[in-house]
């Protein structure tokens, strides 16, 4: 990826999640950049990959854990004397029907992904705010416009995240702050991996369908170091609004065309595409 100084205007970053995946490639795009990197994970020792780079600091946080989260972020954020750039990636996926799942597994997800990361936000953006400069980032998701079958609690998460980033664009407007939807695609990552020890498909032949093309299209899904890029030019931008990312179809013909078609037309085609009967 070419260089794109963004060091620039952004000196410090936090980017949750960042021990696989989209927000490995994140955390590593920045520090490429000259970007001193605060990552989090649950686990500090997961986030060894990134730790041999002089300008990562490793972070303990576990969303589950709401006020702990903040605590953290807070440390976090006076080391770096105030982040330019916070980057919202951590979340997980829970697959199941949503009258099977449990109260309790699908409230912790929603409460994880959306409510505590709502709050971190909170905290950053006030920061940001007072400081009259800086970029919020939350990483959304494609399946806020094509929801995602049997993964109700996810969807509902990242809906909620992209109706927030809404709401903090038109707070934003003339302070010098910046916020990004930033919506991913299908990407080649661990993610359904993750999933599935939390929740298996079984007999359920529907489910099983709808796992296995889960599992084909992330498999032939783009590297993550593509989202890293659409991302890091999107921040260096300056500018609020949605980015969509991910293969050419998912991140732009899709999003047009259910732009224009009636929605009874796009559950059609999900219901064809991922073979609900």
């Known amino acids: 990826?070419?260089?794109?100084?963004?060091?620039?205007?952004?000196?410090?970053?936090l980017v949750t999640g960042a021990s696989a995946g989209l927000g490995l490639a994140f955390a590593r795009a920045l520090l490429d950049e000259g970007v001193a990197v605060w990552g989090t994970a649950r686990d500090a020792a997961r986030l060894?990959?990134?730790?041999?780079?002089a300008e990562f600091h490793a972070v303990e946080l576990d969303l589950g854990v709401p006020d702990a989260a903040v605590a953290a972020f807070a440390r976090a954020?006076?080391?770096?004397?105030?982040?330019?750039?916070?980057?919202?990636?951590?979340?997980?996926?829970?697959?199941?029907?949503?009258?099977?799942?449990?109260?309790?597994?699908?409230?912790?997800?929603?409460?994880?992904?959306l409510l505590t990361t709502a709050r971190l936000s909170r905290a950053?953006?006030?920061?940001?705010?007072t400081r009259r400069r800086g970029c919020l980032v939350h990483v959304s998701s494609l399946a806020v416009e094509f929801p995602l079958p049997f993964m109700s609690g996810y969807n509902v998460a990242k809906a909620g995240l992209a109706a927030l980033g809404e709401s903090l664009m038109a707070e934003a407007r003339g302070t010098g702050v910046s916020v990004v939807d930033f919506r991913p695609g299908d990407y080649r990552t661990g993610f359904n991996t993750a999933m599935q020890g939390r929740r298996n498909p079984g007999a359920d032949p529907v489910e099983r369908r709808v796992w296995e093309r889960l599992e084909a299209?992330?498999?032939?899904?783009?590297?993550?170091?593509?989202?890293?890029?659409?991302?890091?030019r999107a921040v260096a931008r300056g500018r609020s609004g949605v980015v969509r990312s991910g293969s050419f179809f998912q991140a732009r013909i899709a999003p047009a065309?259910?732009?224009?078609?009636?929605?009874?037309?796009?559950?059609a085609a999900e219901a064809r595409y991922f073979h609900l009967g």
Do not use: I, K
């Not at 950053?124 to 705010?129: H, K, T």
């Open 1 to 13: 990826m070419s260089r794109l100084r963004l060091s620039a205007q952004c000196r410090s970053a």
């Open 48 to 53: 060894s990959p990134l730790t041999g780079h």
């Open 77 to 113: 954020d006076t080391a770096a004397g105030g982040f330019d750039l916070v980057v919202h990636n951590a979340g997980y996926g829970l697959f199941g029907r949503f009258a099977e799942v449990g109260d309790q597994a699908w409230e912790e997800q929603v409460r994880s992904m």
């Open 124 to 129: 950053a953006f006030r920061g940001m705010l």
């Open 217 to 232: 299209t992330l498999a032939a899904a783009p590297a993550p170091e593509r989202a890293a890029r659409d991302l890091l």
């Open 257 to 267: 065309l259910a732009s224009v078609a009636p929605s009874s037309w796009r559950r």
